[in-house]
């Protein structure tokens, strides 16, 4: 006995190590659920009274949590009671309603490829409630039985199954709970099944290859590995500091001359160029001449010193400086970029 166990382990240790690169999703809630119908005849285990045969129909819904283990619920009809148990005169001899277990066998030991194979074997064992008609009595009884699955089609969506099984009626002797051939009924079923679609687009359970995409991921990682590292080098740029054009007063036979700089492509006052404008008295008459430099086009310098005018020129008359005349000359090679205010 020791020697079987032992064997049954190592038996097992190969399987799962066969299927341990192999990973199964997690399927949601209304996934994997199929339904079928089936019809058959049963006969006592026992062979006494072989017929007439006890023709039975039904419906079944099941679920399947992994590719190995399943739930499924059985509703049946019962038409004949060749000792099924309790006789009733009545068309319908019972209804039998049960909760079954399944194990995929072919899936537990070969494991599961992502997609059916066209022969399975599967083990359908449960309990379910057996309901005379007209006699208004109950029996337990205990279902042990094999599904042969044929998967059809591409998809794999539709299954003919033959089952062999057993049902043992548990309650209908004279012990409370027994397994007795002398009460147990033989039988053999065809069944349809459709397997619904499920979230992931097919009718069945994904796989993926955890080793393959572990070996995609190094191979990528190798490649990496083998191009150049890119030094990304930032270079930083400074700023060019403009340094105004220091302003100048200057005095002539026409009058007194404020000059101020302006920043290159600008109009507006500096602090510098605002303090000298401060020092034109009040009340006093002026004229605005202002130029640009030889960079940009005629065009845009033109209208760059007309600005640079009329920024003077607003500046002094918020001071009350009275403002003659303000204009712009476009370019002067030698004064620049600069305004020129002529006290008269």
């Known amino acids: 006995m020791k020697k079987f166990y032992l064997m049954l382990a190592l038996f097992s240790a190969v399987v799962m190590s066969a299927n341990a690169q192999i990973a199964t999703e997690n399927s949601k809630v209304l996934d994997n659920i199929y339904v079928g119908v089936e019809v058959g005849a049963t006969t006592p285990l026992s062979f006494k009274n072989v017929f007439p045969v006890n023709t039975v129909a039904g419906v079944k819904i099941g679920k399947e949590f992994t590719p190995v283990v399943g739930i499924e619920i059985e509703g049946q009809t019962f038409f004949n009671d060749n000792n099924v148990g309790r006789w009733t005169n009545t068309f319908v001899k019972g209804t039998n309603v049960g909760l079954n277990g399944t194990i995929n066998a072919s899936n537990l030991i070969w494991g599961y490829k992502g997609t059916p194979r066209f022969f ?3 083990a359908n064992v449960g309990l379910s409630w057996l309901h005379y008609m007209n006699a208004g009595a109950n029996d337990l009884l205990a279902k ?3 599904d042969f699955y044929f998967n059809l089609g591409k998809k794999k969506a539709h299954t003919i199954s033959v089952s062999p099984v057993i049902y043992w009626n548990l309650t209908g002797g004279p012990a409370k709970i027994q397994f007795n051939s002398s009460r147990a009924q033989i039988g053999l079923f065809a069944s349809y099944i459709y397997h619904f679609k499920t979230s992931n687009g097919t009718h069945h359970f994904k796989t993926y290859d955890v080793g393959a ?3 995609e991921i190094n191979r990528l990682n190798d490649e990496l590995a083998k191009k150049p590292t890119e030094v990304v080098v930032e270079k930083v740029v400074e700023k060019e500091v403009i340094k105004e054009v220091p302003t100048a007063t200057v005095t002539s036979a026409s009058g007194e001359k404020w000059i101020v700089t302006f920043a290159t492509s600008s109009a507006k006052l500096t602090p510098e160029a605002k ?4 020092q ?3 009340n ?3 004229d605005v001449t202002a130029t640009a430099s030889q960079s940009g086009s005629a065009k845009f310098n033109q209208k760059l010193s007309e600005k640079r005018a009329k920024a003077v020129a607003d500046f002094l008359t918020n001071r009350g400086v009275k403002v003659n005349s303000a204009e712009g000359k476009g370019v002067d090679a030698t004064r620049g970029r600069s305004a020129v205010v002529t006290v008269k």
């Open 280 to 282: 034109v008295c009040e």
């Open 144 to 146: 042990t039985g094999v």
């Open 284 to 286: 006093a008459v002026v």
């Open 213 to 215: 995409m572990m070996d």
């Open 120 to 122: 399975e074997v599967k």
């Open 275 to 278: 303090f000298i404008l401060n």
